[in-house]
């Protein structure tokens, strides 16, 4: 059974969903072909239920020729025109829908990939992955669905109901006085239905728990002499789930016999009042037939809409995890000291840094200068800080306490694309990405193609890459996989490799 807590959409939900509706303004257009097809879609439908009283009266009770034609002409006219206006509605949801799923998407991606490095610590890759590609469909999903329920069944039920009342006030009230009941019937069984399936599940999850226990120790059991205390342990619980699965059974059994007593009841009711009715001359044959059929017609679309809640709910949850993913704070990107290159001092002075989720400081009062133009290595055992000290360069992470400086500037001062313009990084692992060779050396910059063959030549790539089938323009795979692995494992990305410290 769903709790009342994700069947319920949160206090902001109407904010979630609103903000959701803002990202469809781009598609008005198609979204009001979407509604245009709705209305005629359920307006058709309740034409076809009215013809009922035509047909009925004008072709059998007392029948005219020319009904034989009209009839199944207007039928196929009708069915031609809801077919043209359901095709309008799916094909114009499904564009918008589709359309949203991948802005979301794009804009989620954009915005993880600036979103400060601590932030991966805190979420798993997969998790993000999973973020993109099942809450931004579910998302869109669930608001397709709960549009469509509202505006098509909505519509539907208004037509029909409107047109039942046209016809009949008296009998029509007479259905909406006793429809409910069979509803709180069918509420009440669901609601006792799930509960015991609940239990039922646990009671499958503890049985398959103490078979697996006493097979698995089962030396232990023979030479405790336990076999019957695991026995009956065994039999208590199989003899809880038969107790359970009974009770399903008997709910499922009896619910099915009420509800039909019930809709007898109902339709007995139904038939003494329209009865009387005939009777006082107020109701025809074909006003019966047509106040049955929208009857039959409106209760499946009653079922829907009175679950729309849920659905969108459902929605509204993911959009609000998305929308959280967007409304995160970026990398602080403050800097306004503008620079093309820097000569490269770089100073440390009593640096400090703890992780947010790391007990501990990784590095404590570190201080040291690197001056342009030599090479700086630092060492250190495994652990010690050395990837730690080098990803406060590029500010992947800001330090807890201390100052670094490029050239006399604090590191903060630089916008970060003209910092991290200033340094190639070749990490303890080398991310390749699934594209060309040549893509790949020049990665994130628009080079000619003459500079990236002498990348290569001067990272001695070249070689290999020449014997590759279409040299610069091999795709390599996913993280090199197509490479042979010793090309791969030889491959370093020339144009970002340099001088970094080795972590
Ligand atoms: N993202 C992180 N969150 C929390 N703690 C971290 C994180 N990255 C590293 N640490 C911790 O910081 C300390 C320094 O780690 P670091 O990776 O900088 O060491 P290292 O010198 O590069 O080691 P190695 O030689 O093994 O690469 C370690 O105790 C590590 O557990
Ligand atoms: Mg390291």
Redesign the pocket.
Known sequence: MTSSADREPAPGAWTTYRRLLGHTVNYRGLLVVAMIGMVVEAAAGAAFVWLMEPLTNEGFVDPKPEMALVLPLAIIGLFLLRGAATFCTDYGIARVGRSVVRDLRELVLGKYLRLP??R??TEAVPQMVSRLNFDTEQVTQASADALKMIVADGLTIVFLLGMMLYTSIKVTLAMILIAPLIGVVVWYVGGRYRRISRGIQTGMGELAQSAEQSLAAQQDVKVHGAQGFEQSRYSALANRVLRLNMKVEATRAMSSALVQILAALALAAIVWVAIHESLAGHLNPGEFIKLMTAMMGIIPSLRRITNVQSVLGRGVAAAERLFAILDDAEEDDRGRHRVERVRGELVFDRVG?R????E????EDVSFRATPGTVTA?V????????????LVPRF?EPSSGRITLDGVPLADYPLADLRRQIALVG?RVALFDDTVAANIAYGIDAPRESIRAAAEAANAWEFIERLPQGLDTPIGENGALLSGGSASAWRSPARSCATPR?
């Open positions: 490095s601590s991966f610590d840094l992780y947010a989720r790391g501990g400081s990784a590095l630092i250190g055992r495994s652990g010690s800080g050395k990837t730690s000290l080098v990803r992470y303890q972590s």
